[in-house]
T-cell receptor
Framework: SQQGEEDPQALSIQEGENATMNCSYK?????LQWYRQNSGRGLVHLIL?????REKHSGRLRVTLDTSKKSSSLLITASRAADTASYFC??????????????FGQGTELSVKP | DVKVTQSSRYLVKRTGEKVFLECVQD?????MFWYRQDPGLGLRLIYF???????EKGDIPEGYSVSREKKERFSLILESASTNQTSMYLC????????????????FGPGTRLTVL
């Protein structure tokens, strides 16, 4: 079952603008991860935020987590055409007993126009 | 760098054929996963394995089986391919959450686009 709901489903912006994607989930988590998928390729892990963290940065990426609202957001600053891809959130529950399963959202399709 | 490889990027098979999709990882990961990805449906987990010879059903196991005889290799088998199994298949692997440094980040292969005619 897909726990993560992502919003918006599609986003189109101009190069240089910021892109914000949101993810909501339903059950308690150990951590939340964001992945990127270029068209027709596999997913690539971008960033992970643990349930006891509220914000994390990696280069032009900023992730926030609000466990009280069961939501997360991914912000890409100063976007580039090369950021065009689909972005997925994924949640990890019990690290020890679920065989490493992640629950993925439906994804946000980001288009950055030059 | 972690490397997850899949046996084919593109595959065309006929209805009723037995199809094998192979996935190999070189990072000593305990966990391995098979997903299918269809437009509008996101990633759906077919089967996963947390150890050699162990397998667990995911959300959509019907019509599929898996095999994990060696730690590095996880095979997905379509016993009798059908047109509704036309899809992108993604393999992934990760360390066990029992390792102190693992948060279950998954590493994906490039995907196999399977067409069943």
């Amino acid at each position: 079952s897909q726990q993560g709901e992502e919003d918006p489903q599609a986003l189109s912006i101009q190069e240089g603008e910021n892109a914000t994607m949101n993810c909501s989930y339903k059950t308690s988590i150990n951590n939340l991860q964001w992945y990127r998928q270029n068209s027709g390729r596999g997913l690539v892990h971008l960033i992970l935020i643990r349930s006891n963290e509220r914000e994390k940065h990696s280069g032009r990426l900023r992730v926030t987590l609000d466990t009280s609202k069961k939501s997360s957001s991914l912000l890409i600053t100063a976007s580039r055409a090369a950021d065009t891809a689909s972005y997925f959130c994924a949640t990890a529950g019990d690290l020890y007993n679920q065989g490493g399963k992640l629950i993925f959202g439906q994804g946000t399709e980001l288009s950055v126009k030059p | 760098d972690v490397k997850v490889t899949q046996s084919s990027r593109y595959l065309v098979k006929r209805t009723g054929e037995k199809v094998f999709l192979e996935c190999v990882q070189d990072m000593d990961h305990e966990n391995m996963f098979w997903y299918r990805q269809d437009p509008g449906l996101g990633l759906r987990l077919i089967y996963f394995s947390y150890d050699v010879k162990m397998k667990e059903k995911g959300d959509i196991p019907e019509g599929y089986s898996v095999s994990r005889e060696k730690k590095e290799r996880f095979s997905l088998i379509l016993e009798s391919a059908s047109t509704n199994q036309t899809s992108m298949y993604l393999c992934a692997s990760s360390f066990s959450g029992r390792r102190s440094y693992s948060y279950n980040e998954q590493f994906f292969g490039p995907g196999t686009r399977l067409t069943v005619l």
